[in-house]
């Protein structure tokens, strides 16, 4: 089993920077080439995607809302994933999600991510 945990979520201005960080664990981690992925889900909202990357951190996709103003980004030597969060929007407001899954290829659907992380709250004041 992959266990994920989030961090670095908080409250934050408008125009405002965060990155948040993902730490992997587990024994199948570093025997699978995991992509990872990013996904938010704000109160009574569904969950959506944000960002991934695949294995090589080579191949990377953006939700359109987000674009040019978030980095995705994986040190597999850490077992992390990280997504930097430039210009935040009130919008941005969510809980954010860490996702793995075994398979190297970039994904940007939920559904195909095994793993889930507790997610982290990101609050971003007007």
């Known amino acids: 089993q992959v266990q994920l945990v989030e961090s670095g979520g908080g409250l934050v201005q408008a125009g405002g920077s965060l990155r948040l960080s993902c730490a992997a664990s587990?024994?199948?981690?570093?025997?699978?080439?995991?992509?990872m992925g990013w996904f938010r889900q704000a109160p009574g909202k569904e969950r959506e995607f944000v960002a991934a990357?695949?294995?090589?951190?080579?191949?990377?996709r953006y939700a359109e809302s987000v674009k040019g103003r978030f980095t995705i980004s994986r040190d597999n030597a850490k077992n992390a994933v990280y997504l930097q969060m430039s210009s935040l929007k009130p919008e941005d407001t969510a809980v954010y999600y860490c996702?793995?899954?075994?398979?190297?290829?970039?994904?940007?659907?939920?559904?195909?991510?095994?793993?889930w992380g507790q997610g982290t709250q990101v609050t971003v004041s007007s």
């Open positions: 996702a793995a899954d075994e398979s190297e290829l970039v994904k940007i659907s939920a559904p195909l991510y095994e793993y």
């Open positions: 587990g024994r199948t981690f570093s025997r699978y080439r995991y992509a």
């Open positions: 990357i695949d294995w090589s951190g080579v191949s990377t």
